[in-house]
C-alpha cells in the first residue's frame, strides 16, 4: 500500500490577480482534453473563479464523473502531473494537487452529485453578491493570518462557509 502525502501545507491569500480567470479556463481545457473518452463535467471553483476575490495562488477545478469512472480518472489526472492524496474533506471526494509548473488542485467528486452542486452554488453565490464575498474575504485573511497552514485555515473560516452556503440556498435564483 502507498503512503497518501500529508494533505498540509503553508498557505497565504493574497490580492485578486485577472489571471486566474485564464488560468482556470486553461486547466478546465486542460483536464477536459486528458479526459475526453471519459463522460465528465469539468468546472473552475474556489475563490479564484470569483472575480474580485482574494484568494490562496491556487487554481481550484472539480471533475465530475460516475463512481465507476473515478480511477480511470485520477490515473489520468496523475499523468498530467497531479499528485493524489486520496479521499479529503469527506467521503466521495477524490483529491489531487500539482505544485510543479502551476499551483492547482483538482477534486474528482460524483458528476452531479451533492458536491458537485454545493461547490457550484458557492462560487455563483460570492459571483452574484460581493457583500457576501467581501465577508468571505475577510475571514479567509484572518484565518490565513492566524494559522498560515491549509487544515487549520480551512477549519477557521468553515462555520463562514457554512452560513455563506446556508445563505446561497436561500437565495432567489440568479435571472
Request: glycine share 8%; hydrophobic share 45%; net charge negative.
Amino acid at each position: 500500500m502507498t503512503a497518501v502525502p500529508e494533505i498540509d501545507e503553508p498557505i497565504r491569500v493574497v490580492p485578486y490577480d485577472r489571471a486566474w480567470e485564464d488560468l482556470g479556463q486553461e486547466l478546465v481545457a486542460q483536464v477536459a482534453d486528458a479526459l475526453r473518452a471519459i463522460p465528465v463535467d469539468v468546472a473552475h471553483i474556489g475563490s479564484t473563479a470569483v472575480p474580485g476575490l482574494e484568494a490562496k495562488p491556487i487554481i481550484d477545478v472539480q471533475v465530475g464523473c460516475l463512481p465507476a469512472d473515478t480511477g480511470r480518472v485520477v490515473a489520468l489526472l496523475r499523468k498530467l502531473g497531479f499528485e493524489h492524496l486520496g479521499q479529503t474533506g469527506g467521503p466521495g471526494r477524490e483529491y489531487l494537487r500539482r505544485r510543479a509548473v502551476s499551483l492547482a488542485n483538482v477534486a474528482v467528486v460524483d458528476r452531479g452529485g451533492c458536491l458537485w452542486t454545493d461547490n457550484i452554488l458557492f462560487r455563483d453565490y460570492l459571483r452574484a453578491d460581493p457583500a457576501a464575498a467581501a465577508r468571505y474575504a475577510r475571514v479567509k485573511h484572518q484565518a490565513a493570518e492566524e494559522t498560515g497552514m491549509l487544515t487549520a485555515y480551512s477549519a477557521l473560516k468553515a462555520a463562514m462557509v457554512a452560513e455563506l452556503m446556508l445563505e446561497a440556498r436561500s437565495a432567489d435564483p440568479p435571472t
